[in-house]
């Protein structure tokens, strides 16, 4: 599951702040453009990872480290997050972690226990989301989702969790070996769901997904939270 990056210091929270600007804007006017052109959304399109569910490996390492500066190292150096993305492009546990055991041979046991009790760098659903779905649900909109998230780690976790039962279809990108923003990955998806050019909306919280959606023909927009959401859909013509 692939998370937002945070940037340091004032210039990268300017530029920050104003690309997210920049894509409220080119989501405003993707919507309008819709909107004239009389754009019939038939079908939303979900993100997985913090935007119905939250995801973190500390969840799980605060847990195994006490210490505070220790965990932020590990985290930095050793578990990370670009690490971990290998699982999503499709490659498997074992794999990266004997790699990374011959890296760090002292953090051997502490790797070995990524696998295994990755469950538990999921905390709980996005605030506010999984109601969205049912309600979206209820309404009888199609509802499907593309993913970033490892095939085995995706095998575990799909039990837990029965809101998926009123998913059409998913795309998990390490089963298909395509990750987002990969325009492959959207191309499969239009495909496989029957959603051509302005018939569906894809919501997501990372802005380079986002884009690739818009580029694929679909409205997009970028997740801040339930409330925003709803209303992007609300401004799609979804009716709830």
Do not use: C
């Amino acid at each position: 599951m692939r998370g937002s990056t945070g940037d340091d210091g004032l210039n990268n929270a300017g530029s920050a702040s104003a690309g997210a600007a920049f894509s409220r804007a080119r989501e405003h006017a993707a919507f309008s453009r819709a909107r004239e052109q009389q754009a019939e959304v038939q079908a939303v399109v979900f993100d997985v990872g913090h935007v119905l569910y939250d995801w973190d490996p500390r969840f799980l390492y605060e847990k195994l480290i006490a210490d505070a500066d220790r965990l932020d190292w590990f985290l930095g150096h050793v578990v990370t997050r670009q690490w971990h993305f290998q699982h999503d492009a499709g490659r498997p546990f074992v794999e990266t972690a004997a790699e990374l055991a011959a890296l760090f041979p002292a953090e051997a046991g502490l790797i070995a226990q990524y696998g295994p009790r990755w469950l538990e760098t999921i905390p709980g659903p996005v605030p506010g989301s999984l109601e969205l779905v049912r309600e979206l649900a209820a309404a009888q909109v199609p509802l499907y989702a593309i993913t970033n998230f490892a095939h085995e780690f995706w095998a575990m976790f799909r039990p837990t969790a029965p809101i998926f039962d009123l998913f059409r279809d998913i795309i998990v990108s390490g089963t298909e070996k395509l990750v987002k923003p990969d325009p492959a990955i959207y191309q499969l998806a239009q495909a496989r769901f029957g959603l051509g050019g302005g018939a569906a909306i894809f919501i997501d919280d990372n802005a380079a997904n986002v884009r690739a959606a818009q580029d694929s023909g679909w409205l997009a927009h970028r997740f801040e939270g339930a409330a925003g959401a709803r209303a992007a859909l609300l401004a799609a013509g979804i009716r709830l």
